[in-house]
């Protein structure tokens, strides 16, 4: 896919280490068409006011059925922040989770490492991570 930018309706989530000062710039996102489930990894490369551009950096495409078998459109989202193995959370584990009613889900259905220093996602196995539920409590 050509390197594209554009103006996103959804902010994407943001790949950074909580609690630092870093410039909070890398993103990633998820995006769907017909059968087809995009996760695009992205830069800010400029502001149209208080909006970002966002530069593509990466994208893996999956198919919808491989993410939710018995409903491809269905009940899934996508998280960056999680941690393997009970560790640290790590701000480029990216993942798209099911939903579940706990506070963290390890129902992973494909993972990745956003390499903020490669600037590609990563293919990572989803065995051990888990993921804060970011509507937990709400």
Same mark, same amino acid.
């Given at each position: 896919m050509a390197i594209?930018?554009?103006?996103?309706?959804?902010?994407? +989530?943001?790949? =950074?280490? /909580?609690?630092s000062s870093e410039t909070l710039? =890398? %993103?990633?996102?998820?995006? %769907?068409?017909?059968?087809?489930?995009?996760?695009l990894f992205e830069d800010?490369?400029?502001r /149209? %006011?208080?909006n970002p551009v966002w530069e593509i950096l990466d994208v893996v495409t999956?198919?919808? +059925?491989?993410?939710?078998?018995?409903n491809p459109q269905g009940d899934y989202f996508i998280h960056s922040g999680c941690s393997i193995n009970d560790g640290p959370i790590?701000?480029?584990?990216?993942?798209?989770?099911?939903?579940?009613?706990?506070?963290?889900?390890? +129902?992973i259905r494909q993972a990745w490492r956003a390499n903020r220093q490669t600037r590609?996602?990563?293919?990572?196995?989803?065995?051990?991570?888990a993921c804060e539920n970011p509507g937990w409590g709400l």
């Open positions: 594209n930018q554009y103006d996103w309706d959804y902010p994407p +989530d943001i790949v =950074y280490d /909580r609690g710039r =890398y %993103g990633v996102n998820l995006a %769907g068409k017909a059968n087809e489930i995009y996760i800010t490369v400029d /149209r %006011g208080n999956i198919p919808s +059925d491989s993410i939710a078998p018995s790590d701000p480029e584990i990216v993942a798209v989770l099911g939903n579940q009613e706990t506070e963290f889900i390890t +129902d590609q996602l990563e293919v990572l196995s989803t065995e051990g991570i």
